[in-house]
């Protein structure tokens, strides 16, 4: 018996990988995040599935049901939003499993930033502009961000940064970046990314908070801050150089 944690992707359902879509058909019990992970997904689950809407439930039940199916001997697809490497919640769930005995693996999915990267139709890494993003958050009603961690201390390198969980406080964003970054610094804000209704705000740091308050973005949406997101007068990667050697 396995649990699968598997990447769900940023929203739409095609953005599956194709060994997930796999997992999930084979695996007799598939717990999900309903508010986030595409109903589309359920589909692929093998008749008489066992389907939990993990939603509403603490570390200690979503535990108890993993461990229900061990008992059981059914593998258990783990359905995460985006990809379980950033912003998962998987690592506790692991810790538990490792004290407990029950094997696991991990399948990744499009994060929320490379689906918006796509979305916007820009690279994040830049040559000669930006060659460092920077993931992070904030910390209200979240988990407290360790020390070192804040937007004044991880900006000073004026890197990419995509902010997630982080909407909702725009303003505060915006006032811990702007001795960084500068008022004319560009910012998207992409809400939903992938999905039906995916929705952009394009703007700077001096007037991207009206704009997303305007746009009524709450949540479900990730802040990319950074010249690269406008920048045209650049070199050429020396990956493609005529400069370079090659065999």
Do not use: W
């Amino acid at each position: 018996m396995t649990v699968h944690f598997i990447g769900a992707g940023p929203g739409a359902a095609d953005l599956i990988t194709v060994r997930g879509q796999r997992l999930i058909g084979s695996s007799p019990v598939c717990l999900y995040a309903g508010s986030l992970v595409p109903a589309e997904l359920l589909t692929f689950c093998p008749p008489g599935a066992r389907l939990v809407d993990t939603a509403g439930l603490d570390l200690d039940q979503i535990l108890a049901e993993m461990v229900t199916a061990e008992k059981a001997g059914h593998d258990v697809a783990r359905l995460h939003s985006g990809d379980p490497s950033v912003f998962s919640a998987v690592a506790e769930q692991m810790r538990r499993l490792d004290e407990a005995g029950i094997g696991y693996d991990v399948t990744p999915g499009v994060p929320a930033f490379a689906a918006a990267a796509a979305s916007l139709g820009r690279e994040f890494t830049v040559p000669g502009v930006a060659q460092t993003v920077i993931l992070t958050r904030t910390a209200e009603r979240a988990t407290a961000m360790p020390p070192g961690e804040d937007l004044a201390t991880l900006g000073a390198s004026r890197s990419t940064m995509v902010l997630h969980l982080a909407v909702q406080r725009i303003d505060a964003v915006v006032a811990e970046l702007v001795p960084n970054y500068g008022v004319d610094c560009p910012v998207a804000v992409v809400a939903r990314a992938s999905r039906e209704d995916e929705l952009i705000v394009r703007g700077t740091l001096a007037d991207i908070a009206a704009k997303v308050t305007a746009a009524g973005i709450k949540r479900t949406a990730v802040i990319v801050v950074g010249a690269a997101l406008t920048a045209t007068a650049f070199p050429d990667s020396h990956l493609y150089s005529t400069e370079r050697c090659r065999p």
